[in-house]
């Protein structure tokens, strides 16, 4: 279940450094992948050997460091993670993650990250109760940092009260919960399609189109976000990949097709890409060649299988609910009504995609959903937000049947 999520540990310099081997070896149990950075002081409680033999990765120290930057730059070592848990969290880390502090990679991480971050704070009680710890911990926490601790009990330094670090099976079922979903989409598989395709005409040359994948995406993370188990089939795009979803990359629509079988059986079907109707019946093995006699290429096209129409009409697995998109530049509403009913799915988006609506590309999109017995003009929005109104729709519907 949390296959691929990626945990940046970052080890701040306290005693219950000594614990963080065993709690990357159970996150690891766990199957998190998880990558270290060591503050300085954390190295005299654990040794950066411990804990790359148990990460089975490079444990990062140094801000500075040319083969560190060159391997992972402090930049995308912070992005690159999913959920960034800084375990034991001194009160000197929290101080200047609270007060945007960057002089080494722990908080020059911290900082220049937008991924969300878990403490597990551990300190002696006087420094845990002071008033500026606690204003520390309070901003951190206005921000969305999520604290796990600390507990009462013994101290290293003999003192008894606030301060332990977290025992470290709670710390791993902390960071287990924070990625289990919730949402009125829980329990439910979606299948979404992006972008465009790819159909190749020669090893070098292709029939594409303008999709950019914006909205497609949008629909997948939205989904995700009520949570759905997404499974995103694209065709190239330049979009990041949504958080928390399974991705698959093709090029052609018949690669699409295969993807989307494959990623059945589904709840939920959206089939957002714009997908070439056509590809060229004989792709060239080599490069077509400009002889010089001026004889251009016969291309002959043959119909692309239509994926929609396919999964909709699917014997055995076809998805509870399958939704299209109509991409029109004319009578929009009368051609996506015929659409739906030809390609048989249950509601279709229309949209006007005429040169001058931008909507193939842009960051817009106005919709109008036709359903078998209903109708609503959506206003022109942004594609976040008819990401977001689809995702409710949907989680309403499903909330009825
Ligand atoms: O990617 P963006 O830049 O964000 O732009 C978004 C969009 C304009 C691409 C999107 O909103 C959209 O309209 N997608 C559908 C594009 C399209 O190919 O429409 P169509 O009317 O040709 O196809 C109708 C439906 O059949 C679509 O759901 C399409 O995914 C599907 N189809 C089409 C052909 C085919 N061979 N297989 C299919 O599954």
Same mark, same amino acid.
């Given at each position: 279940m949390y296959q691929k999520k990626r945990i940046l540990l970052v080890v701040t310099g306290?005693? &219950? &450094?000594?614990k963080t081997p065993e709690l990357v070896r159970r996150l690891r149990e766990r199957s998190f992948d998880v990558r270290c950075i060591l503050t300085k002081a954390a190295r005299e409680f654990v040794t950066p050997l411990a804990l790359s033999a148990v990460s089975n990765d490079k444990v990062y120290e140094n801000l500075f460091d040319l083969d560190d930057e060159s391997e992972m730059g402090h930049i995308q070592l912070s992005r690159s993670a999913d959920l960034i848990l800084v375990a034991p969290a001194t009160a000197d880390i929290m101080a200047k993650a609270a007060n945007g502090l960057a002089n080494d990679l722990a908080s020059t991480t911290l900082l220049a990250t937008d991924t969300p971050v878990m403490m597990a704070p551990a300190m002696n009680v006087r420094m845990w109760d002071h008033p500026a710890t606690q204003q520390n911990v309070k901003t951190l926490i206005d921000r969305g940092v999520t604290m796990v601790g600390p507990l009462e009990g013994d101290m290293a330094c003999g003192e008894y009260g606030m301060g332990r670090m977290t025992d470290v099976s709670e710390l791993v079922e902390a960071v287990c919960a924070h990625f289990k979903p919730t949402g009125p989409l829980v329990g439910k598989k979606a299948l979404v399609t992006s972008g465009p395709t790819h159909e190749p005409i020669d090893p070098v040359r292709y029939i594409a189109n303008r999709s950019s994948g914006k909205q497609g995406h949008a629909i997948a993370a939205e989904l995700a976000k009520l949570g759905a188990e997404v499974t995103l089939v694209t065709g190239p795009t330049r979009q990041p990949d949504p958080k928390g979803v399974r991705v698959v990359a093709i090029e052609s629509a018949r690669d699409m097709l295969a993807a989307c079988e494959a990623a059945l059986p589904c709840d939920i079907a959206v089939f957002a890409a714009a997908v070439a109707d056509w590809r060229v019946d004989m792709e060239a093995d080599q490069k077509l060649k @400009?002889? *010089?006699?001026g004889k251009i290429p016969d291309l002959q096209l043959t119909e692309n299988p239509d994926i929609l129409a396919t999964i909709s009409q699917h @014997?055995?697995?076809?998805?509870g609910l399958v939704i299209g998109f109509a991409a029109e530049t004319e009578h929009v509403i009368d051609h996506a009504t015929q659409k739906r009913a030809r390609k048989q799915c249950d509601w279709i988006l229309a949209n006007d995609v005429s040169p %001058? %609506?931008? %909507?193939? *590309? *842009?960051d817009d999109n106005t919709i109008h959903l036709i359903t078998p017995d209903h109708y609503e003009d959506w206003p022109k929005s942004s594609k976040i937000e008819v990401a977001q109104r689809l995702a409710a729709k949907i989680a309403d519907h499903l909330k009825e049947d």
């Open positions: 306290g005693i &219950a &450094a000594y @400009k002889d *010089g006699s @014997k055995s697995q076809r998805p %001058t %609506t931008g %909507t193939f *590309g *842009g």
